[in-house]
């Protein structure tokens, strides 16, 4: 068996099996003659049958319409995607006469052809060399030449094929295909009654469906498809044995794809099943860096070096072997935001597959692997680091111990911050497999410890704000305030970093602030001054966009206006930060920035109102918040106008 499921003969679609073009495999049908001709005119009869069971594609329409205005048409869509049936389509529904298939060695640049009047014209040859030589020159005098009949040339194209360049006026993309249930519910119809159809409703089928569009079948695998679907809703076949089929099928394909890759290709590919959905420019360099490992481990010789020619594959071709794509997006720049071209897989399965098949299948590439990705982990470029760590993560799902021992520990005791990211990238995807996630707490745990590396401990501690941390939070707190005892002033961030990761998980917001709140009156000197720092950077880093606000607000601020429980927290935490020793000055530094928020919003003006009233409540009413709020008013460009209705919310809640 080649992979592809089989048919069972007693179930012909439509009559003597014309599979053909119909869906866009010309002359791929059940016997001698079956399908359109090669050449010459194509039977009403087979239009007709085409009619019956076509599901236009979403631009359909807009083809028709061009077709409509213009006599000549370059039609361009990949093999396999319906082309043919589609062409054939638009042109019977434009041309009275019928259609006519031109012989695919026709030269259309020769201008001899005796065109009958409303007729459509198919022109599919596979000889390239011609399609390169249709300039526009040639296209506009076929174009004048038709129009004297009134008939109209549709000339499919592959995705792939060279044009001339001053053709592009002619040429329409056809964009997606038609829709995977459509197509085939026009096919089942031909056997089966509007009352059967529901076994495209079965679970097994839609999952079968959703694995299949991935990938964008061809018009001739989903006429297979609805042949067994027909089984199935008749009882002939079990929807389990055609699944399997299928999966099997897929299974194979994947292996010879990736196996058939070429030495330009393959890095290329394993690199942007790494950095999948990222700009263009960081794939291929990190391609490249991986087929200069390659070469070096194979010792090739330098003729053969094809992993780091200059001019080697284009990127087109590239992207087209590898099954992936390109699309404008955009990147932040320390300047600014600027377009990109960024790529990804067709199919979103493809980045964990890739890592998973070349992990299982070839064991002489793990150690090039591994370090290579070790390197991109200290990149300077903050999201390479981290999809090199997750990365990591997913291989650490074969071979923890060795990828603990010669990536993940060697990251976190580097010191260096991308590194660190890189390492906690590693620690969530693996915290997320079951057979891993106690082997991760178990690590943490020991990585906190006063007796380890300040560096691993630093990288311990940020990644417990993570989903690590997140997964386990009983843990993850008790583990932070562990750390929160050092003085270190790099291991007080990495708490801070964590206490507010958790914090922003919606589940985790009030356990957070409750557990500050225990902090903030800890007898240990150094948990209860961390505290007062996580206060501070909860307050100064996170904001939210409210309805109709000029500037996003503080999310403390927000949180105490809409939640009496948070309220409660947070006014009992920034009361203490207003009385700690060494605190208070960056307390009001902080509820200053506040005010000039509101200044600039006066939405805000309220909600900043009645919290400032329950903070000076909670200082004894001992007047510090009015006094200061004066004094930011009298400074030159003050914020007076939020002060004057912040002083008077407060002089009437007093004399309440």
Known sequence: MDGRPSVI?????????????????????????????????VEPRKLHDLEQIFAPPPRFEQLCDRLGSQQVLLLRAPKGWGRTATALRALSRQCAAGVHKLSPDAELRSLDIQFERCTGYLFDTPHSQQLRAL??????????????????????VDAQAELSPDAGTFVLDVGEPADVPA?????????????????????????????MEERRPSAQELVYLAA????????????????????????????????ELDTDTRPFAIALAVFNNMPLHIVSEAGRALARSIVDVEALDDDSRSGQRVFGVRSTELLSRAQAQSYRSYEDTVYGRITVDAVRFVDERFPQRLLEYTWREYSAAHQLVRDWLRELGGADDLRVSTRAGVAVGLLSTFEFEYVRRLVIEPWADSGQRHDQYAAIGALQFSSLQPELAPLVAEMLEAWVQPTQPMARRVTATAALGSTVGQLM???????????????????????????????????????????????????RRGVRYTGFLCILQLSFDLVVETVGSVLPWPRLVWLADQSDEHRDHIVVLFARLMQAPYYPPAAYAEIKRW???????????????????????????????????????????GPRAAVDELLTMLDVKQGV
């Open 595 to 637: 005010v000039h928020v509101a200044e600039r919003d006066p939405q805000f003006r309220r909600p900043l109102g009645r919290l400032l009233v329950d903070l000076e409540r909670a200082d004894q009413n001992n007047g510090m918040v009015p006094y200061h709020l004066r004094e930011w008013a009298d400074e030159d460009s």
């Open 9 to 41: 003969a007693n179930t012909v679609i439509f009559g003597d099996a014309q599979v053909g073009t119909l869906t866009g495999r010309d002359n791929y049908g059940g016997g001698s003659g079956a399908g359109f001709e090669r050449s010459g005119r």
């Open 228 to 259: 067994q679907l027909v089984d199935v809703s008749e009882g002939r076949i079990d929807i389990a044995e055609v699944v399997g089929r299928y999966a099997a099928a897929e299974d194979n394909r994947f292996r010879e794809w990736f196996d």
């Open 135 to 156: 300039s526009e020159f040639h296209l506009e005098q076929l174009g004048r030449q038709l129009a004297e009949v009134e008939s109209r040339l549709i000339v499919v």
């Open 473 to 523: 939070p009983d843990r993850a707190l008790r583990l932070l305030r562990r750390s929160a005892r050092s003085p270190d002033p790099d291991l007080q961030d990495a708490v801070c970093y964590s206490m507010i990761e958790l914090f922003s998980s919606r589940e985790l917001a009030v356990r957070v602030l409750g557990d500050l709140r225990r902090w903030t009156v800890s007898r």
């Open 183 to 211: 197509f085939l519910r026009k096919h089942l119809l031909q056997q089966l009654a509007e009352d059967d159809l529901g076994v495209l409703s079965r679970l097994e089928v839609t999952t079968l469906l959703s694995m």
